[in-house]
């Protein structure tokens, strides 16, 4: 019987060894054939998922993404609450890296953030300006004002946007070491405050 190979898992490891190296060393440093003995897999086993060094970059790099959206959406779920405020504050604050695993997916997208200016493809994969979060957020922020009495205001899209670049560049500052977790969710929770009314 033939063995049954999980590729998924497979490109997965992979990743996670684009992202060991590019952590230790730089996204420069990373090749096909150190991804290879990272992973501790044959060059041609990572030639039979990636033609090209640019092509593994931007999955590892989407995959980090995507990892760090599930957890913005755990954050939220793990509230188990129904008002739109906690559910917002929640969505935001898993920006600001409070455990290991989000500060290193931070931190990934901080070293690579350099090389998304000469390469567009990249730079989408890093930013692609999600249309539903920002409607999504939208929503939260209209409900929240509504629980807490405050009159309409604004765009709540736009406040949507400005939200998720401060949730951004405070996570930034925390991968960077230049902010705490707390001194961050603090100017988080002040500008929600301000925001909600």
């Known amino acids: 019987m033939p063995k049954i190979v999980d590729h998924e ?88 890296a409070r455990d290991p695993e989000s500060l290193r997916l931070l931190r990934l997208s901080v070293a690579v953030i350099g090389k998304a200016i000469s390469d567009p493809a990249l730079a989408h994969v890093l930013g692609p300006g999600d249309d539903d979060l920002k409607d999504f957020t939208a929503g939260l922020i209209t409900t929240a004002r509504q629980e807490r009495g405050t009159p309409p205001r604004g765009d709540d899209r736009v406040d949507a946007d400005i939200c998720w670049t401060v949730a951004t560049g405070l996570g930034v500052d925390v991968a960077l070491g230049q902010r705490s977790p707390d001194e961050a969710l603090s100017v988080l929770d002040y500008h929600l405050d301000n925001l909600l009314g």
Not at 35 to 40: E, L, P, S
Not at 45 to 70: C, G, K
Not at 88 to 96: E, G, N, Q, V
């Open 9 to 96: 898992e497979r490109r997965h490891r992979l990743a996670e060894a684009v992202w060991t190296l590019t952590l230790r060393d730089g996204l420069e440093s990373v090749t096909l054939r150190k991804v290879a003995a990272q992973a501790g897999v044959s060059m041609g086993q990572v030639q039979h998922y990636y033609s090209t060094r640019e092509d593994m970059v931007r999955d590892a790099i989407h995959r980090a993404v995507r990892a760090l959206d599930a957890r913005i959406e755990a954050s939220a779920e793990a509230t188990g609450s129904t008002s739109a405020e906690t559910i917002l504050r929640a969505c935001l604050r898993a920006m600001l």
